[in-house]
């Protein structure tokens, strides 16, 4: 492991703010660091929780009492695993199709950048419920913000785990793989019997 990598709230804060400004240097940083796969999953685990408890709090902030009927704040242990399970697959995919693709990024490596993503993000969602109590309009702002942001950032972090040139080649392989992804599990719920909300108002 690398001890020059900070893990002090402060440092990790500070190296969030930092891959921001250059995504692939804080790519490098973290997959530099070489963390055991168990504590990136442990972390992975604590972001996950964090972003829920995150998002029930602006819940609240927003709809009040009527939101305690919101499956979302009924079920939080139903949406950490739903999220869970989300992150697993786009570990495995990021690893699995990027090699597929010609790259060189290891398993740790592309666990590490989702575990570094999702905490780079919780810290943007920690913002958006600050701006929920201060500004609410700025609050919608930064979710249009955390939805560029994401993208951006695991651009470039898939490019700098796999060693890939192009950013817009990068870019359009996470869009087909994640459009891919999503018709194959939308067919493996359909098989098991599962529908979304919006099946039941057709």
């Known amino acids: 492991m690398n001890s020059t990598f900070d893990l002090t709230l402060g440092g990790l804060i500070r190296a969030a703010v930092a891959s921001i400004r250059d995504p692939r240097a804080g790519a490098r940083a973290v997959i530099g660091a070489h963390f055991p796969n168990q504590i990136l999953w442990m ?3 604590a972001v996950v929780t964090a972003s829920v408890v995150i998002g029930q ?13 919101n499956p979302f704040l009924m079920y939080p242990l139903a949406m ?16 699995r199709i990027g090699r597929m693709m010609g790259g060189t990024g290891s398993y740790n490596g592309a666990l590490s950048i989702v575990v570094w993503l999702q905490f780079v993000l919780a810290c943007l969602q920690v ?26 950032l695991f651009t470039n972090f898939v490019a700098t785990l796999h ?15 994640a459009f891919a992804l999503t018709f194959v599990l ?10 979304g909300p919006g099946a039941l108002n057709v």
Not at 57 to 69: F, K, Q, W
């Open 80 to 95: 950490c695993g739903i999220q869970l399970v989300l992150l697993v697959v786009m570990v495995h995919a990021t690893y």
């Open 127 to 152: 913002l958006q419920t600050l701006a929920l109590l201060l500004a609410p309009p700025l609050a919608d702002v930064l979710g249009i913000v955390g939805l560029v942001l994401f993208l951006w």
């Open 163 to 177: 060693g890939f040139k192009s950013l817009p080649l990068v870019f359009v392989m996470i869009l087909v793989s």
């Open 186 to 195: 939308s067919i493996v719920l359909s098989l098991l019997g599962i529908v």
């Open 43 to 45: 972390a992975l685990v």
């Open 57 to 69: 709090g602006s819940l609240l902030l927003v709809a009040g009492e009527s939101a305690l009927n």
